[in-house]
């Protein structure tokens, strides 16, 4: 049974304009929704006019449309083919379908049908065209496709009230959904790491069955098939990890078609035509969620958003990240606009703010009450407004209240806050709490404006501010005060969300269904974690003043040269040379600024998000607390490594360390790794890998991995929310076992101009000394890449155009591994991986470590391992318990610098000893010294293998495993 309807391409039109109309709300037409305006320019008005079309081809297009009276192009149910409430089909694939009819000037109706009505249809040839399955070998053998017309995600639907997959796999195989013939089950095979049943099903429909009757856990399709369970109550949806995207191409099984097929083939080539298309894409999931909120909003609301195109608001000037005003820049800002505009996409709706932006927040209450404005950015629900205000079910943001204090000053308990001076702005929600918290307290004191407050916290007549959270990232990341601290974390959590006038029921209603649709955690996430550094902004408005006086300078240095030396020529190289060393100490300069930013930005995140762990004891926002110090931790750390490979580089003592390993685990170790942020921007990401690279390879992999990281890095760092970036390796070359191993990091980003890309492999040096300020970095990533490449026999270089995007590209030599010298990687299939940590019962080991805190650390690292550890807090420790029973260690974990003997010394003692047991005895070196050259001195003092610090806990049990055997179970 299938559904079908049929639209000309005359009806897609109207039905895209009266759905922009309604929306839009009487706004002028440059306002309007992207869908009007993305379809107003195509990028060919006739098929002719597409670059390399043949005569042939346009002949036996002509041919087509004299012949047929319309093409049939058939779609399932999904966000790109939605049925509207006037039986109509709107999204992308309407629009698609309106672009190919203007092309080619022959009406390309759409259907949608059930997934087994629509393989049925090409197949008997009753539809002509869709753009519904992805290409692969197995279907180009019997369809005629094109490359990509779009990129989609594979998702996971299942019942609201269903737990986690990662959850279900750690107990059992889940079930997994396929419909039938689909391509997905071919790209999530190799990717899991865990067994899973497949269930196969003809549509959307028996796939539902299943999750609601219990008998599988999820139905993976693409993020598309929202659209088809929108009729079904309790379904929830969600990114499939990992991340898996499938191209959707046009394609057909009439080898008659096969001539519009090259033509569109041939118009993908253009990059308007890509540009254009996902425009197309944009514009049609924008109509979707429209749909979605108009089928939710009832006939009253409809009628108010007619009457009502503008809404006024109150906006505060100091709320920041929700709400403020950013007199740096001259507008408002904050989490709240970001919000705003996604509503007026939604409804139409205009929003304008009708305060002025030294507007204290008591008065802006005023005007909400009075009817002035219909909603103020932000006002906490507490008991004393209960009945004053209306507040949507949704959070734009989620917060807690803090005392903030001074850095230097002393952490204090909850029974110590009755004994200090606390300040707080009149007439918040702060004072409310603080009082209703503290009514005995005798020394709280109100401030009629907020900046009052801050000022008296510096003067010291009070010693803390009751505020938020939020407050102290306005005081770090916006307005550049670090001498803050959050002294105190209270564990009570509230919902930041718009406050709207008691009257206003209707619009509260409207606002509530379409933040149900926003994704209001990505955009609170983005504000909570973003940085706006002004100092740079101020010194370079004193550039032209800096110039100006360096310029004075170097007249001046030239004259004083011509006087005192006769040659010309040596006063022309001094002059250069005098130049050089300048622009170096003005470029080291410049990296010590940035690099104090890098560093501090993180430590101040480690020292403010400690505080607020140890001052709670909520497991979750513990939790949350030691997830950002891990970040931060590991963001400072890759720093470190920076600044210790670039020392090492210019000492020439930059070594390679070259292993056998795996190039498939390596890849996906680093997709890994990088996938969250692309996640966090909404970034498309593919990896393309030759057939014929070999599957094991000898090489470094450690620095090999550093250099894609670092161009990866760079390539999320630098593309837009939303933008393609790709990994592609390949094999250039092989002579004699040695592979040439070519890699392209591509993306859509902001580009770099050609007199700009020279001076980028250089240390110290980023393409535009803007970078840094807007992006952050050392300026150190592309100039250790250069020289790991090149240690490894290869090149790199760059491919970019402003604006355009950039790629790229290194060559590396490797040679093909003993174990796998044959297998192409392409065929190597999925890698096991996970599992548990592995249990070494009974085995006995002895931790040299002078340190109390690696001590405990590493104790409670292996406590779940059931090894059983004794610590000595010195070498020549450590050599005493071991020749008291040389039978009595399995493994010895050795650090290398400790006081009375270092552990080279401990290691050379014990492998003197009588005994031919401990000739035997794994040593392993654990140390913070890591370049090669401490590593082999290990080596020669009789260790038999390296961990370096900070520990990486897969490290360490990786080298249990390897000395001791097992680890799992035993």
């Excluded at 672009?99 to 997934?115: A, K, N, R």
Aim: proline share 3%; aromatic share 8%; glycine share 8%.
């Amino acid at each position: 049974m299938r559904r079908t309807v049929k639209i000309t391409g005359a009806a897609l039109a109207a039905i895209c304009v009266s759905a922009a109309v309604w929306l839009a709300c009487g706004k002028p037409a440059e306002e309007r929704a992207p869908a009007a305006r993305a379809a107003a320019a195509p990028p060919f008005a006739s098929f002719r006019d597409i670059p390399g079309v043949t005569a042939a081809e346009a002949e036996a297009v002509e041919a087509l449309a004299r012949s047929r009276g319309a093409f049939v192009y058939g779609m399932t149910v999904t966000t790109e083919a939605f049925l509207t409430d006037d039986d109509g089909i709107g999204g992308y694939a309407a629009l698609f379908c309106k672009w190919l009819t203007g092309l080619f000037g022959i009406p390309f109706e759409l259907h949608v049908y059930t997934w087994d009505g629509l393989r049925s249809g090409l197949s008997n040839l009753e539809i002509d065209f869709t753009g519904d399955l992805m290409a692969t070998e197995e279907r180009r053998k019997t369809h005629i496709m094109t490359d990509a017309i779009i990129e989609r995600s594979l998702s996971a639907f299942q019942m609201a009230d269903a737990g986690a997959i990662s959850e279900i796999a750690a107990s059992r195989a889940p079930r997994f959904v396929f419909l039938d013939q689909s391509a997905v089950l071919d790209r999530v095979e190799p990717l899991v790491n865990y067994a899973f049943e497949p269930v196969f099903v003809g549509d959307n429909a028996a796939a539902y069955d299943l999750i609601e009757s219990g008998k599988a856990d999820a139905i993976l399709v693409m993020g598309v098939a929202e659209a088809a369970f929108d009729a079904y109550g309790g379904v929830k949806s969600e990114a499939f990890f990992p991340l898996v995207y499938n191209s959707a191409s046009m394609s057909t099984q009439n080898p008659k078609l096969a001539p519009v097929i090259s033509v569109v083939q041939k118009a993908l080539r253009s990059e308007n035509v890509r540009g254009y298309l996902i425009e197309l894409y944009k514009a049609g999931y924008v109509e979707y969620r429209k749909h979605k909120l108009r089928m939710k909003l009832t006939g009253e609301e409809r009628a108010y958003l007619w009457k009502n195109p503008v809404v006024k608001i109150g906006a505060e000037y100091d709320n920041y990240p929700v709400c403020f005003y950013n007199s740096n820049e001259g507008e408002w800002q904050g989490a709240v606009f970001f919000v705003f505009r996604e509503i007026e996409e939604f409804t139409g709706i205009a929003f304008e703010v009708a305060n002025s932006p030294n507007k204290e927040f008591s008065g802006l209450i005023k005007m909400l009450e009075a009817g002035e404005v219909s909603l103020l950015s932000e006002v906490l629900r507490t008991k004393e407004r209960e009945g004053r205000f209306l507040w949507p079910g949704t959070p734009i943001m989620v917060d807690f209240s803090t005392l903030i204090s001074k850095a230097d000053y002393p952490g204090i308990t909850l029974p110590e806050i009755l004994n200090i001076r606390v300040g707080a702005a009149q007439g918040t929600a702060h004072a409310e709490l603080f009082k209703r918290w503290f009514p005995d307290h005798n020394n709280f004191f109100e401030y009629y404006k907020t900046f009052e407050v801050w000022d008296a916290l510096e003067r010291g007549d009070i010693d803390m501010v009751m505020s938020r959270r939020n407050q102290f990232l306005a005081l770090s990341n916006y307005k550049e005060r670090a001498g803050y601290k959050v002294n105190v974390a209270f564990e009570n959590y509230f919902y930041a969300t718009f406050g709207i006038n008691k009257d206003e029921t209707v619009l509260c209603s409207i606002l509530d269904k379409t933040l149900a649709l926003i994704d209001t955690k990505r955009i609170a996430g983005n504000w909570t974690n973003k940085f706006l550094d002004y100092r740079y902004k101020l010194i370079e408005a004193q550039r032209p003043w800096l110039i100006g006086a360096t310029a004075l300078s170097l007249v001046t240095l030239v004259l004083i040269l011509t006087l005192f030396y006769r040659s010309r020529a040596a006063g022309r190289r001094l002059v250069k040379q005098q130049a050089e060393v300048e622009a170096a100490s003005r470029a080291k300069s410049s990296f010590l600024a940035a690099m104090s930013h890098e560093m501090r930005t993180p430590m101040n995140a480690i020292i403010g998000m400690t505080s607020i762990g140890k001052n709670t004891a909520d497991t979750e926002r513990k939790n949350y607390a030691l997830g950002k110090i891990e970040d931060a931790a590991v963001h400072l750390l890759s720093v470190i490594n920076d600044v210790l490979d670039i020392s090492k580089i210019e000492a020439n003592k930059l070594e390679l360390s070259p292993v056998e390993f795996s190039l498939e685990k390596m890849l996906q170790r680093i997709v890994n790794i990088i996938n969250f942020r692309m996640d966090e921007k909404r970034q498309k990401f593919t990896l393309n890998v030759g057939e014929n690279l070999p599957r094991i390879v000898f090489g470094d992999d450690h620095h090999l991995s550093q250099v894609i990281l670092n161009l990866l890095s760079n390539a999320v760092k630098f593309s837009p929310e939303h933008g393609k970036i790709a990994l592609n390796v390949s094999l250039a070359g092989e002579k004699d076992g040695v592979c040439e191993m070519r890699v392209e990091v591509a993306d859509n980003g902001i580009g770099i101009t050609p007199e700009k890309q020279a001076k980028l492999f250089q240390a110290f040096q980023q393409a535009d000394s803007g970078i840094s300020r807007e992006f952050g970095g050392t300026g150190l990533g592309l100039s250790i890449s250069k020289h790991i490449v090149e240690l490894m026999g290869g090149k790199i270089w760059i491919e970019s155009e402003r604006g355009k995007g950039s790629r790229f590209i290194f060559t590396v030599n490797v040679s093909r591994g003993k174990s796998g010298a044959g297998a192409p990687l392409a065929a190597s299939g999925g890698e096991g991986g996970g599992g548990a940590i592995g249990k070494f019962t009974g085995k006995k080991l002895l931790l040299a470590e002078d340190v109390e805190i690696n001590r405990e650390i590493m104790v409670s690292l292996l406590e779940e391992t059931e090894i059983i550890i004794d610590c000595a807090k010195n070498g020549l420790e450590a050599v005493e318990m071991i020749s008291e029973d040389v039978d009595k260690y399995d493994i010895v974990l050795m650090d290398v610098q400790m006081p009375k003997m270092d552990g080279l010394e401990a290691t050379r003692r014990i492998r003197a000893m009588d005994a031919p047991r401990l000739r035997g005895l794994p040593i392993i070196a654990m140390t913070a010294h890591v370049f090669k050259s401490d590593i082999d001195e290990c080596a020669k003092a009789g260790m038999n293998d390296h961990i370096g610090k900070p520990i990486d806990i897969e490290d360490v049990l990786e080298k249990l495993r390897k000395h001791l055997g097992g680890g799992n179970g035993q």
